[in-house]
C-alpha cells in the first residue's frame, strides 16, 4: 500500500492506481495536452464551470460520441483533433488551468468538523449517479448520494464512498409504437471509464473474499475519483468467480431475489472486509437506505469473533452507524422470506460470529414472530444510533411507519429524525445561471460560507429582467432543438409513420411555454393526472397561449401498473395536437435531465401525498429559474412560499380516486389562470416581468436552502457528530 493512509485529508489507497492510468492516457495524447489526462481522472472537472468546454472544444462531436465520458474521448479521438487542440495555445493555458484548479482542490486543508481525516466518514450506498458516463445508478437516490460525494469534496470533509461498480448497469429503455416499455442491457465495462482497478503491492487486484450462498466470492475494486472523495466500487467480475457469482455485480437493481440480496451481502459484507482490507477504520459509517444494512452484522461479527458478547457487539456497532431512510412506501421497504436470508447468508449460521436467527430477529420489527419476514430497513434503523427521512414531512411519516420498532414509545417520540434533501448547485446549474450569477451575486457567492446565506442571494433580484429571460431563452432553444432531433430519431425508431416522427420536428417551438415531467414512472407518482381530463389538456396545446409538454422516466422492469399507465397516455398520440406538442423522451438519465431542468419553464410533480420522500429535480429546476408546479409534498411542501412557484393541495386522502380528481382539477385550474396568462403576458420587447420574478423568487429562495452544501452540513451537525449522542 501506500506509505501513508492520507494526504490533506484525502485517502490514498488507490491513488497509485488512478496515477498510473492517467500516466498510460498522457503517453497517448500530445505532451502538451498531458495535464487534461490528469483531469479525465476525477469527475471535479464535471461541476468545473470551464471543465465540459475543454474537452468539447477539442472536438465537439468526439465529445457527444464518448457519452462525455473524457477517458473514453481522449483515447478514441483523432489525432488530428488532438494535434490542433495541442497547436491551440488558448485551449493548452485553459488545460493547464483546469489541472491546476484540481491541484487546488486536493491540497485544501481537511475540514475541521470533528471526522478526522484517517477515519473518515464512509458513506455506503448501492448506486451513485455521478455523471452520465458512470452509469452505476438508476435515478433519485443514487444521484442523492453522488452529491453528497460532491458536497462532501467541496466541503473538505474526510469521506469516502462505498459502491458497487455494475457491468451493466440499469436497465436502457425503449418505447415501442404502442407506447409500451421494453428493457435491454449491455455491457458498460469499467475500462476506459474514469476508473482504475485497485492493485496491492505486488500490483496484483487487491481482493477481498465475501462469504455469499456458503461459497467464497472473490470480490475486486475500482476507485472513482469524485474531487476529494474516493468512491470504492467492489466487483465480482473476477475470473476465478462462477457464472452466477459474476453476476453479481452485473445489473442495478436486478428483480431476482436472490441476487439482490447477494448484492446486498457484497455491499455490507464486503465494504466492510474491504474497508478493513484497505487499513482505513472510519468514525461513522452512513448507511443510505437499507441495502448496506448487512454492513452492520459484520461489524457484529467482526466483535464477536474478537470475544466481545453478541449484545455488547451490537451496542458498540451502533455507536458508529448512521442510517438515512428514503422509502415512505412499505413495498419499497424490501423484506425477504427468512429462506432466503439463510441462503445467502448461510455462513452466518456456522459462524461463531452472528448465528441465521440473530440476524433474522435484528431484521423483524417484532423479533420474535417466527412468520414476519425480515428487511433492510428494521435492520438498519435497529442497528443505527441515528435514522433519519429525507424532508420534514417524510421523517414524520417515518416515525409512524417505524413505531413498531420503538416499543413503548408514542409516535412523536420514536427516535427518527429528518435531513431535508439538496442537490448539487455546481453540477445542475446551467452556465447561463452561472454566468449571471457571477456577475450579480456577491463575489465568493459559490463558498460554502455564502452560499447558505439568504442575504447572498437577495443579489438575485438585481439581474435586469431581460438577461435573465435571455437566459431562459437560450436554454429553452437548447432544450427544444435537442428534443426534437431526438424525438424524430424516437418515433422513427419506434416504427412510427414518417407524418407522426416529423410533427416532432415541425412544431415543438423554443417561444412555447414548455412543462416538464420526468422521474421514475412509479404509479404513486401520478404522471396520468396531467391528461386526466383529455379535451381540457388537449385545448391547452393549441390556441394562441399554448403549451407543450416533455416527458421521461423509466417504470421498473416489473411494474406493469406503471408501463400500461405510460402506454394509455401514448393512445393519446393519434391526435395532432398530440403529435405536435408532446414528446416522449426514452432513455432519462442524468444527461436527459441537465438538459431538462434547465431548459423547461415548468417544473411538474403529481405525486400522491405523503409518498415523495423528497424529491430533487424540482430543485435542480428551481436553480435554473424553471418554476415548480407541485403537489406539496416532500421538499416543495417546505420551500413553496407562495412567490416561487405553485403548490397544489399535499393532504392525503384515502380515498384515491377522488383525491386524482380534485388534483387534476387543481392543476388545470392553476395552468389556465395563472401559469399560462403569466407567462404569455409581455412587455413590447416580449419579456414577461411577472414570470421573471418568480423565476428570481425560486433562484433566491430554492439555492441557500436546498443546495448539497447545506445538506452536508447538516448531516456533519445534526449527525455525525458524537457528541450529540452522548
Ligand atoms: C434528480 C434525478 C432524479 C430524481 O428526481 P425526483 O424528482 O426526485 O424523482 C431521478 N433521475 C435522474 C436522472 C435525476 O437526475
Not at 487486484?205 to 467492489?234: M, Y
Not at 424490501?334 to 460470529?353: C, I, K, L, N, R
Not at 442571494?457 to 431563452?473: C, F, G, H, K
Amino acid at each position: 500500500m501506500e506509505k501513508s493512509l492520507v494526504r490533506k485529508g484525502v485517502i490514498r489507497c488507490g491513488e497509485r492506481d488512478i496515477r498510473r492510468e492517467a500516466q498510460e492516457l498522457a503517453r497517448h495524447i500530445p505532451a502538451r495536452l498531458a495535464p487534461l489526462a490528469q483531469v479525465a481522472y476525477n469527475y471535479f472537472w464535471s461541476w468545473h464551470p470551464e471543465g465540459e468546454k475543454v474537452f468539447r472544444d477539442i472536438d465537439e462531436y468526439g465529445w457527444l460520441l464518448s457519452g462525455k465520458n473524457p477517458v473514453r474521448f481522449l483515447w478514441r479521438t483523432s489525432q488530428h483533433s488532438l494535434e490542433r487542440a495541442a497547436a491551440d495555445g488558448e485551449l493548452v493555458l485553459r488545460a493547464e488551468a483546469l489541472q491546476e484548479a484540481l491541484e487546488d482542490e486536493l491540497n485544501r486543508e481537511p475540514a475541521d468538523d470533528g471526522v478526522p481525516p484517517e477515519n473518515p466518514v464512509a458513506f455506503f450506498c448501492a448506486e451513485f449517479g455521478l455523471h452520465r458516463s458512470m452509469p452505476v445508478y438508476s435515478g433519485g437516490l443514487g444521484v442523492l448520494a453522488g452529491d453528497i460525494l460532491k458536497g462532501a469534496s467541496d466541503r473538505a470533509l474526510p469521506m469516502v464512498g462505498i459502491g458497487l461498480m455494475y457491468h451493466s448497469g440499469f436497465f436502457h429503455q425503449r418505447i415501442d409504437a404502442s407506447g409500451y416499455q421494453h428493457e435491454y442491457w449491455y455491457a458498460t465495462g469499467p475500462d476506459r471509464r474514469p476508473t482504475a482497478k485497485m492493485t496491492d503491492e505486488d500490483g496484483e487486484p487487491l481482493c477481498v473474499t465475501v462469504p455469499v450462498w456458503g461459497e467464497p466470492v472473490k470480490v475486486h475494486a475500482w476507485r472513482v475519483d469524485v474531487g476529494r472523495i474516493p468512491l470504492f466500487l467492489l466487483d465480482t467480475e473476477v475470473q476465478e468467480n462462477s457464472p452466477r457469482q459474476r453476476f453479481i455485480t452485473a445489473r442495478l437493481y436486478e428483480g431476482n431475489h436472490q441476487i439482490r440480496l447477494a448484492q446486498y451481502a457484497l455491499l455490507g459484507v464486503g465494504g466492510i472486509s474491504f474497508l478493513h482490507a484497505l487499513g482505513i477504520d472510519p468514525s461513522v459509517i452512513h448507511m443510505n437506505e437499507g441495502h448496506p444494512a448487512a454492513a452492520t452484522l459484520e461489524l457484529v461479527g467482526r466483535l464477536v469473533r474478537e470475544g466481545v458478547s453478541f449484545d455488547e457487539a451490537c451496542d458498540r456497532v451502533r455507536q458508529k452507524v448512521v442510517f438515512t431512510t428514503h422509502t415512505p412506501v412499505p413495498a419499497g421497504n424490501e423484506t425477504y422470506p427468512p429462506h432466503e436470508f439463510g441462503a445467502v447468508f448461510q455462513d452466518a449460521d456456522s459462524s461463531p460470529g452472528t448465528g441465521l436467527e440473530n440476524i433474522l430477529r435484528l431484521g423483524r420489527i417484532h423479533p420474535d414472530d417466527p412468520n414476519e419476514p425480515p428487511g433492510m430497513t428494521a435492520l438498519a434503523i435497529r442497528m443505527s444510533r441515528s435514522t433519519n427521512g429525507v424532508s420534514r414531512i417524510h421523517g414524520g411519516i417515518a416515525r409512524r411507519m417505524w413505531q413498531g420498532l420503538f416499543p413503548g414509545r408514542s409516535e412523536e417520540e420514536v427516535p427518527i429524525t429528518h435531513v431535508t434533501n439538496g442537490a448539487h448547485l455546481p453540477t445542475w446549474i446551467a452556465p447561463e445561471i452561472r454566468r449571471l450569477l457571477d456577475r450579480y451575486l456577491p463575489e465568493g457567492w459559490s463558498s460554502r460560507e455564502q452560499v447558505m446565506d439568504p442575504d447572498t442571494w437577495a443579489a438575485v433580484d438585481s439581474i435586469p429582467d431581460e438577461e435573465l429571460w435571455a437566459a431562459r431563452m437560450e436554454m429553452s432553444t437548447q432544450l427544444v432543438s435537442w428534443a426534437k432531433s431526438h424525438s424524430v430519431i424516437d418515433r422513427l425508431t419506434r416504427g412510427d409513420t414518417m407524418e407522426y416522427a416529423m410533427a416532432a420536428s415541425h412544431t415543438l417551438d423554443s417561444g412555447v411555454l414548455t412543462l416538464g415531467f420526468a422521474r421514475r414512472l412509479a404509479t404513486y407518482k401520478r404522471l396520468y393526472l396531467l391528461t386526466y381530463d383529455p379535451e381540457r389538456v388537449l385545448n391547452m396545446l393549441q390556441g394562441p397561449h399554448p403549451i407543450q409538454l416533455l416527458f421521461g422516466g423509466k417504470a421498473h422492469p416489473k411494474d406493469e401498473e406503471a408501463k400500461h399507465m405510460l402506454q394509455r397516455m401514448f393512445q393519446l398520440k393519434g391526435d395532432k395536437r398530440v403529435a405536435e406538442r408532446v414528446v416522449y423522451l426514452e432513455d432519462y438519465d442524468m444527461g436527459v435531465a441537465t438538459k431538462m431542468v434547465a431548459g423547461c419553464d415548468v417544473w411538474i410533480n403529481m405525486p400522491r401525498p405523503p409518498l415523495e420522500a423528497s424529491g430533487t429535480s424540482g430543485m435542480k429546476a428551481a436553480f435554473n429559474g424553471t418554476l415548480n408546479l407541485s403537489v406539496l409534498d416532500g421538499w416543495w411542501a417546505e420551500a413553496y412560499d407562495g412567490e416561487n412557484g405553485w403548490g397544489i393541495d399535499g393532504t392525503e386522502d384515502p380515498d384515491h380516486g377522488a383525491k386524482d380528481s380534485r388534483d387534476a382539477a387543481a392543476f388545470y385550474e392553476v395552468m389556465e389562470r395563472e401559469v399560462i396568462p403569466l407567462f404569455y403576458d409581455r412587455d413590447e420587447n416580449g419579456v414577461p416581468h411577472g414570470w421573471v420574478q418568480r423565476m428570481k423568487a425560486s433562484i433566491r429562495t430554492v439555492a441557500p436552502r436546498f443546495c448539497a452544501t447545506r445538506m452536508v452540513d447538516d448531516y456533519v451537525r445534526k449527525i455525525y457528530r458524537m457528541e450529540n449522542f452522548i
